[in-house]
């Protein structure tokens, strides 16, 4: 499983850059890493919130999965002595230049969530967005964070929904059932494709019940969905309501954001 996520990020970047910002930017260059950000934080305006990246001024910071930098860059800006681990070796190297190319300290080091390569109790903070849920072994990485954190220490967490309305409206009943995809690729295949784009990787969803189980070793955990989109409702798009928009938002949207204190 490893080896498929590495090899589908290692060839990813600059597909994602021409799908989410077309054209203009062939170079990873100070432009280029600016309109990233500008896109994400559009796209995802509650990461900031959730992440509170201002919050970890002077503390250790760990993040899990850099990806393309954006938010390693937001923690190491506001202050934070950051370190960031990825899977991919391309991930690890865009990081980098990002950083140096806006200014930024950090330490960068291709790592797996799994087994982290540092000592217990090393950080304050441990982050990561949308990584853990590649990996069928989440436990022994959601056990690491918690070795590797110190007492009192936290860590934010973004999971697959699996009570959203994106898993169950959009993706097994319109597209796998109604649409009778799951017959033409493959239950998993549609729930993978459906999730991230085509040829994604295996992905695996977590319901707010499953919190409980996964960090039973924490003191404390709460929870937070977001990213509710119209494309989730298929044939009849969001609510006209922004309340009730919200309303759904809050509870089944498609990211399970996780809050746990050690």
Known sequence: MSKGIVDYYEKSDRELARRYLGEQYPQFNEEYFRAAMRHR??????????????????????????????????????????????????????????????????????????????????FDHVYSCGVLLLFAEIEQAIAEIHRVLRPGGTTTIMLYNKASLHYWLKTRLYYGWALNEDEVLGRDAVIDWYT?????????????????RLFAAYSHTEWR????????????????????????????????WVRACK
């Open 41 to 122: 934080y559009e796209l995802y305006p509650e990461i900031p919130e959730i992440a509170a990246f201002d919050s970890f001024r002077a503390k250790d910071v760990l993040e899990v999965g850099v990806g393309q930098g954006c938010d390693h860059f937001m923690f190491a800006s506001h202050g934070a002595r950051t370190t960031g681990i990825d899977l991919t070796p391309r991930h690890c190297e865009i990081t980098r230049l990002m950083l140096a190319t806006l200014g930024v300290p950090s330490r960068l080091v291709r790592a797996d969530a799994r087994k982290l390569p540092f000592g217990g109790e090393s």
């Open 225 to 256: 969905s977001s990213c509710l989109t119209p494309e989730q409702l298929p044939e009849a798009g969001l609510p006209t309501s922004i309340k009730a928009a919200r309303w759904l938002e809050d509870r089944f949207g498609f990211f399970l």
């Open 196 to 212: 991230d784009g085509i040829g994604y990787p295996r992905t695996w969803h977590y319901s707010p019940r499953d919190l409980r």
